[in-house]
């Protein structure tokens, strides 16, 4: 019984020393998550204006430079910027990530998957030790971008991507990512880098009239890459709230469930002493009548 007794109790240590931890990961992820959220709620508008414009431009104009990022080509060669976390303990958002990933290959292009010509640059380690691990063609240039995420190196992977496009190395260039909601939502998404997207409404008969100050060569080969810079960094803010949302809401469980666990231990706890001191109990009034009798 005694030995029982201490089996529960270094259990109820060690749930609690967990519980410690949790609570501790939690309050780090919600600071983080703070700075994080702010970050991409500020860039989105920017950024999605940005595209929209660049959109429409390459829609409605026809300029040599934005031809050659927007020129849809026969896909034989694609690359997938997979955007997951350095760490794990965050729920499914890493699964969730590599999950999309493999099925949009699976889907779309599992004739370029099949040969080979499916290339994965992967920003963050999880994914990159993922696709390593399960034998694919998987690049770690760019895994270490989350140690001191600023804006110039994630520019130079949006510049290295639209370079490679632009040698003819890929043909499409696709980001994985999960898009921030809020603390307990992300949607996880992949949207194309390249070649840039035409406006929806591409179809209609209307077409934007633009003034160009200097000439549009000028200056769209001077916006190009800047959009494009910044609707990749724009991702990247965006995986970044959802890693620290997502943390932060398994430790918040994880703590929960430690109560749930704590709480079963302390009632095994005390019917297991109450036991015991029943037993001791009996064996006291046994003696004690054995000796009178």
Do not use: C
Not at 26 to 38: I, T
Not at 76 to 94: C, F, H, P, Q
């Amino acid at each position: 019984m005694a030995g029982q007794l201490k089996e529960v109790r270094n259990r109820i240590k060690s749930v609690q020393s967990t519980q410690q931890i949790t609570k501790a990961m939690k309050m780090v992820s919600a600071a983080k998550l703070r700075r994080a959220q702010d970050a991409i709620v500020q860039m989105r508008p920017y950024a999605k204006k940005l595209q929209e414009m660049l959109s429409n431009i390459i829609t409605n104009t026809e300029v040599e430079g934005g031809n050659k990022l927007s020129a849809e080509r026969p896909v034989e060669k694609v690359l997938m910027i997979v955007i997951t976390s350095d760490r794990g303990l965050a729920g499914a958002y890493n699964a969730n990530v590599i999950k999309l990933t493999k099925h949009i290959i699976r889907e779309k292009y599992s004739n370029q998957s099949g040969k080979g010509n499916v290339t994965i640059w992967s920003i963050g380690k999880k994914g990159y030790e993922h696709f390593a691990k399960n034998n694919f063609k998987v690049t770690d240039t760019y895994k270490d971008i989350f140690l001191n995420l600023k804006f110039e190196a994630v520019q130079q992977a949006a510049q290295a991507a639209v370079q490679a496009f632009q040698n003819k190395e890929f043909d499409a260039i696709e980001i994985v990512y999960s898009e921030f909601k809020n603390a307990a939502t992300q949607r996880f998404v992949s949207e194309r880098f390249l070649p840039i997207p035409k406006s929806e409404n591409a179809g209609s008969t209307t077409k934007a009239d633009f003034i160009f100050d200097p000439n549009k060569e000028e200056l769209i080969a001077e916006l190009m890459p800047k959009i494009l810079n910044t609707q990749l960094f724009k991702a990247v803010l965006d995986a970044n709230a959802s890693e620290h949302g997502a943390r932060m809401t398994a430790m918040d469980k994880a703590s929960e469930n430690a109560n749930e666990l704590l709480r079963s231990l302390k009632i095994s706890y005390n019917r297991a002493r109450q036991a015991a001191i029943t037993t001791e109990l009996t064996e006291i009034v046994s003696g004690a009548a054995a000796l009178r009798g």
